[in-house]
């Protein structure tokens, strides 16, 4: 069901339309505002049907950073992820997965780090991950990256000396803060502007 606050907004005919900006695996809100005959946009995938979504394909990015990787000779990667109950997150998994696959390649689970949401859960991933010799490792977002640096700097391990480190989420953040060399997706995802983004959204809205 959508969260109380939302429901009572919409039983008082508050809001004409939503925009939910974080699609989640449940799609249970979703599901609600189908119902209830509210019209929605979607930012991020759904598995519902009939869902108008405005979103990257980060799975077929994910995949293709992955193979590259992969073509480059590094044979064991490892993933470290963020929250699961997040669309993106199982679909950047998925093309991780796929990549391997169609390389041949059977992927260890121990080499899979998902749901790191603090310096703690990051720094534990970074100390297994690397004692299973991997060649690199593999960031979902900008946030887990960031986490993944920090943990590398205080263990005084150098990238890409040390350890090779890709990103699936392109971020001048990291680029300004951090300066390492990294790997990103740049031009597997073609950056949009935000103000384009808000007005394809709006027009979608519109036309539910």
């Given at each position: 069901?959508?969260?109380g ?10 809001i004409?339309?939503?925009i ?6 449940d799609?249970s ?10 019209p929605f946009?979607?930012?991020g995938?759904s598995?519902e049907k009939d ?9 077929e990015?994910s ?5 590259i990787l992969?073509?480059?000779?590094m ?6 992820g963020?929250?699961?109950?997040y669309q993106?997150?199982g679909?950047r998994l998925?093309?991780f997965m796929r ?6 390649i059977?992927?260890d689970?121990?080499?899979v780090?998902?749901d790191?949401?603090?310096y ?8 297994q991950?690397?004692?299973l010799?991997v060649?690199?490792l ?5 946030y887990v990256c960031?986490?993944?640096i920090?943990?590398?700097?205080e263990k ?7 350890i ?14 951090r ?10 995802l ?8 808000w007005?394809?959204?709006v ?6």
């Amino acid at each position: 069901m959508v969260n109380g606050q939302l429901d009572r907004m919409i039983n008082n005919h508050k809001i004409d339309g939503i925009i939910i900006s974080r699609s989640m695996v449940d799609t249970s809100a979703q599901r609600s505002l189908k119902e209830k005959g509210i019209p929605f946009v979607v930012i991020g995938s759904s598995s519902e049907k009939d869902v108008v979504c405005i979103d990257n394909d980060n799975m077929e990015a994910s995949r293709e950073l992955t193979e590259i990787l992969l073509m480059k000779g590094m044979k064991k990667l490892a993933i470290l992820g963020g929250d699961e109950t997040y669309q993106v997150t199982g679909n950047r998994l998925e093309g991780f997965m796929r990549a391997h696959r169609n390389r041949g390649i059977t992927v260890d689970k121990s080499v899979v780090f998902m749901d790191i949401d603090s310096y703690a859960k990051a720094s534990r991933a970074v100390e297994q991950a690397l004692a299973l010799n991997v060649d690199c490792l593999v960031a979902m977002d900008d946030y887990v990256c960031n986490l993944v640096i920090e943990c590398l700097n205080e263990k005084n391990i150098n990238i890409p000396s040390d350890i090779r480190l890709a990103s699936l989420y392109d971020s001048l953040h990291i680029i300004i803060r951090r300066l390492p060399a990294f790997t990103s997706t740049p031009k597997l995802l073609e950056r949009t502007p935000v103000e384009l983004c808000w007005k394809c959204l709006v027009r979608s809205l519109m036309k539910i």
